[in-house]
C-alpha cells in the first residue's frame, strides 16, 4: 500500500478509493478494481459512468462547477461538499472531481492505494 494524496488520484485507483469511501467490500486483482460479491465479478464505473457517479451528487449534497482554459483546451471542474467546511477537489471531468471530492470528504487528503493500482497509473 502506498500513501497517495486524494486530488491527485484518477483511474483504477481513484474507482478504488472511492469504493472505500462508500464502504464497498473491494479486492484488487491484475491491476484491476472489483467490488466483492458482485456479479459476475463487477467493476466499479465512478469515474467512467454517471449512473453510478450521479448518486454520489445527490448523497453528498456536491456543487458542480467548471471552467474552459480557452488557451489550454482543458476543462477543470470543482466538486464541493457543505460549503461551510469548503471541502472542494478539481479535477479534468465532472466525474473525476465528485469521486476525488468524496473520497477526500470521507477517507480525508492522504488515501491508502494498492501498489499495483499505481503501477498501473504511471
Request: hydrophobic share 40%.
Amino acid at each position: 500500500m502506498a500513501k497517495t494524496r486524494t486530488e491527485a488520484l484518477s483511474g483504477a485507483a481513484l474507482e478504488y478509493a472511492t469504493c472505500k469511501a462508500m464502504n464497498y467490500p473491494v479486492m484488487v486483482s491484475n491491476g484491476r478494481v472489483f467490488i466483492e460479491g458482485g456479479e459476475p465479478r463487477s467493476t466499479p464505473g465512478f469515474t467512467r459512468h454517471w449512473a453510478e457517479a450521479g448518486p454520489l451528487v445527490e448523497l453528498y449534497n456536491i456543487t458542480l462547477n467548471g471552467w474552459r482554459n480557452k488557451k489550454e483546451g482543458t476543462i477543470l471542474v470543482r466538486a464541493e461538499i457543505d460549503a461551510n467546511e469548503r471541502t472542494f477537489c478539481i479535477g479534468p471531468d465532472h466525474l473525476t472531481a465528485i469521486c476525488r471530492v468524496v473520497c477526500l470528504y470521507v477517507l480525508g487528503s492522504v488515501v491508502d492505494i494498492p501498489d499495483s493500482l499505481l503501477r498501473e497509473a504511471s
